[in-house]
C-alpha cells in the first residue's frame, strides 16, 4: 500500500539558516510522482514541484532545492538561508498511476511545520 | 492565472441549517476536488469531479452532495452536519486526471458547525 512520512512534525530555525524537511515514500508502483505543498496561514496549498518517479535529477528554483532518491525512496526538500515567510506547513504527496484513472489522488504525508524566528 | 476562488471564507451553521459551499476556476482544468483537512491534519479527499462526471466518492455521508453544474463551478451542499464536520474545506481542480498532473487549491472555507 502507498504510504509517504513525513517523520519531522515541526522545526523551528532562525532566519538565514538551512534546512531540510525529509520525505520518505513507499508504493509498489514503477510509475509514480511525487509533489510538495507549502500551507501558508492562510490556508491555502501552493504547489512547489512535480518529480517523476524515472527522473532522480535534483531540482534547484531559487532557494529552493529537492533531492530524490529512489534507492532511500526518498524526496527532500531544501531551504537555503530560510526567511520568515517561508513559516508554513510543508506536505509532500505521492501519486500513483495504478490509482489514478478517474482523478489525481493524492497520498499526502502527515506534513511538517515549519517555523522560522526573525 | 492558476487561481482557484470559494465562497465563502468562512462559515457557521448549525446542525440543521442548509448551506453551499462554492469552488469555481477559470484555468479549463478537466478535473476538481473537494477535501476536508481538520486542525493540524493533511487534507483528505472527498469527491473528485472528472469531466464534470462525479468519479470518485471517498466514502462520504450523504449530509454532503457535491454538484458540478459546468466545468468551471463545484458546489458543496451541506446539510443536517455534526459538531465533528467542523474543519477547512479546500477545493482543488487540475488540468487531466491523471497522477500527473498537480493540483491547485483555494484558500478554502472555514466551517464552523454549531
Request: glycine share 6%; charged share 20%; net charge neutral.
Amino acid at each position: 500500500a502507498q504510504k509517504v512520512t513525513q517523520a519531522q512534525t515541526e522545526i523551528s530555525v532562525v532566519e538565514k539558516e538551512d534546512v531540510t524537511l525529509d520525505c520518505v515514500y513507499e508504493t509498489r508502483d514503477t510509475t509514480y510522482y511525487l509533489f510538495w505543498y507549502k500551507q501558508p496561514p492562510s490556508g491555502e496549498l501552493v504547489f512547489l514541484i512535480r518529480r517523476n518517479s524515472f527522473d532522480e535529477q535534483n531540482e534547484i528554483s531559487g532557494r529552493y532545492s529537492w533531492n530524490f532518491q529512489k534507492s532511500t525512496s526518498s524526496f527532500n526538500f531544501t531551504i537555503t538561508a530560510s526567511q520568515v515567510v517561508d513559516s508554513a506547513v510543508y506536505f509532500c504527496a505521492l501519486s500513483e498511476a495504478s490509482r489514478n484513472n478517474a482523478g489525481n489522488m493524492l497520498t499526502f504525508g502527515g506534513g511538517t511545520r515549519l517555523m522560522v524566528k526573525p | 492565472d492558476t487561481e482557484v476562488t470559494q465562497t465563502p471564507k468562512h462559515l457557521v451553521m448549525g446542525m440543521t441549517n442548509k448551506k453551499s459551499l462554492k469552488c469555481e476556476q477559470h484555468m479549463g482544468h478537466r478535473a476538481m476536488y473537494w477535501y476536508k483537512q481538520k486542525a493540524k491534519k493533511p487534507p483528505e479527499l472527498m469527491f473528485v469531479y472528472s469531466y464534470e462526471k462525479l468519479s470518485i466518492n471517498e466514502s462520504v455521508p450523504s449530509r454532503f452532495s457535491p454538484e458540478c453544474p459546468n466545468s468551471s463551478l463545484l458546489n458543496l451542499h451541506l446539510h443536517a452536519l455534526q459538531p465533528e464536520d467542523s474543519a477547512l474545506y479546500l477545493c482543488a481542480s487540475s488540468q487531466g486526471t491523471g497522477s500527473s498532473y498537480e493540483q491547485y487549491f483555494g484558500p478554502g472555507t472555514r466551517l464552523t458547525v454549531t
